[in-house]
């Protein structure tokens, strides 16, 4: 062995083939922020330090990529609906279609063999979701644009009605007994959206432990299974929700029974002997697993803090709630969308 032998170069083995590292982008491809003025890559929509809106060209067209960050609760984002007839892209765009959506190729394969209008992305601002409607015209999927919110809507995101009064005229809604009634004629009510509200509620009870792992010293499970309705009125975009275990059913009067699940039936069915032509639509459970992907249940964490167990020891408690309101709500305001589009159409 030389003298030199600290210097000698040792084989480097590798098992399997080998990527190559991706080429950077060349000075002259960075894309310069018009807010902080800082170059970025020309992949992007958004500013990757400042977050505003890239400049467009030529160039940065053909390579921009959407991002498609899971948003906060409080952020009002832009959803690709995919427009039916069915799609059917063909295996050979069907994986790059699912990596741009950041989609499993069978969850993608799930929507786009449904007959109905359902999402395929939730962007952040309306230059992303306009890219990502360009790449799916690309590999042959049609869509559309949906605000999460409409214009004119109520910025609450729905009216809880807890009451009704039923007449040849109309119904009155009533929210609280102190609040005064919401007016909605047999005509003006045009759709009724009906689905399940499904929370899942973990409790738990752990001891705080030193060297290992926390101890869990308690721990329950709550589940909540709620029918719902959307009522929607011709003249505004914000729904009316009822939800069986939270409504006076004696606008029914003779016909109330014990049970929520049956009042609320029976009231469905009162409903559309008044108004025959609004649309009901009752498909949101069976395209759940669907909506999933796109749309998930929401979940939130809360602490109920440490409590002393005994001299030295301490426990801590935590709650997680799994809840699909919000995506029932987007899918309600999805089904109310297509019907208004529908009508303008009719109408012009």
């Not at 992305?121 to 919110?149: K, W, Y």
């Not at 101890?215 to 709550?222: K, N, R």
Request: net charge negative.
């Amino acid at each position: 062995m030389p003298k030199d032998n600290e210097n000698v170069a040792l084989p480097i083995l590798i098992d399997g083939p080998t990527e190559s590292a991706p080429e950077p982008f060349a000075p002259d491809q960075m894309v310069r922020c018009d807010v902080c003025l800082r170059a970025n890559p020309p992949t992007r929509v958004n500013c990757l330090y400042c977050g505003g809106i890239l400049p467009l060209n030529e160039t940065t067209v053909a390579l921009q990529k959407p991002t498609l960050r899971p948003l906060e609760k409080w952020e009002q984002g832009y959803n690709n609906i995919l427009l039916p007839p069915a799609a059917n892209p063909g295996e050979e765009n069907l994986v790059p279609a699912a990596d741009l959506l950041r989609l499993r190729p069978d969850d993608l394969a799930r929507i786009l063999t449904s007959s109905m209008p359902l999402p395929l992305a939730r962007a952040a601002t309306m230059d992303e979701a306009s890219l990502v409607q360009r790449r799916l015209t690309g590999l042959g999927i049609n869509s559309c644009i949906m605000p999460d919110m409409e214009p004119d809507a109520n910025a609450m995101g729905l009216v809880k009605v807890r009451a009704l009064d039923i007449d040849d005229a109309g119904i009155c809604a009533y929210r609280t007994p102190e609040t005064p009634a919401i007016q909605i004629s047999w005509p003006d009510l045009v759709l009724m959206v009906v689905g399940r509200l499904v929370v899942k509620r973990v409790e738990l009870k752990e001891q705080k432990g030193t060297r290992t792992e926390n101890q869990i010293l308690a721990a329950s499970e709550f589940v909540t299974d709620e029918i719902v309705v959307d009522l929607y009125s011709r003249k505004q975009t914000t729904p009316y929700r009822i939800s069986a275990n939270s409504f006076d059913f004696s606008c029914l009067e003779e016909r109330k029974g014990l049970l929520a699940s049956e009042n609320i039936s029976t009231l469905l069915k009162l409903l559309r002997d008044f108004a025959p032509h609004a649309e009901y639509d009752d498909s949101f459970n069976s395209v759940r697993k669907a909506l999933e992907a796109v749309w998930p249940s929401e979940q939130q964490n809360e602490s109920s803090g440490w409590r002393r167990e005994r001299p030295g020891k301490y426990s801590i408690g935590s709650v997680t709630e799994l809840s699909n309101e919000m995506q029932f709500l987007r899918y309600s305001r999805l089904r109310h969308h297509f019907q208004a589009e529908a009508n303008r159409k009719t109408d012009a």
